[in-house]
């Protein structure tokens, strides 16, 4: 088993900027991809920016430019650093990591990032 716990979110006016983490613990040992996800009230959890255990990246086109997704393999971390948030953003934010020794994904429980206007 994994076990995920985000930190980082909160509120913050348009324009503002927040960083999120992501600390992964128990069976660690065979990481491969980790991301973020997001769900707004009402709305299907969506994909946000995911990046591979080689540092490839890839991004949903509204945060393209605005989010940078980053791993700290010795630290079995994931960050997500937000810049230029806009009130569209607001959501629980979700991290996900695969695992290859369980074959399976794992998902922290989220943290919410409000932006007000």
């Known amino acids: 088993q994994v076990q995920l716990v985000e930190s980082g979110g909160g509120l913050v006016q348009s324009g503002g900027s927040l960083r999120l983490s992501c600390v992964a613990s128990g069976r660690i040992f065979s990481l491969g991809l980790m991301g973020w996800y997001r769900q707004a009230p009402g709305k299907q959890r969506e994909m946000v920016a995911t990046?591979?255990?080689?540092?490839?990246?890839h991004y949903e086109d509204s945060v393209k430019g605005r989010f940078t997704i980053s791993r700290d393999n010795a630290m079995h971390t994931v960050y997500l650093q937000m810049n230029t948030l806009k009130p569209e953003d607001t959501a629980v934010y979700y991290c996900?990591?695969?695992?290859?020794?369980?074959?399976?994904?794992?998902w922290g429980e989220g943290t919410q990032v409000t932006v007000s206007t």
């Open positions: 990046i591979t255990n080689t540092g490839s990246t």
């Open positions: 996900n990591v695969w695992s290859h020794a369980e074959e399976n994904h794992y």
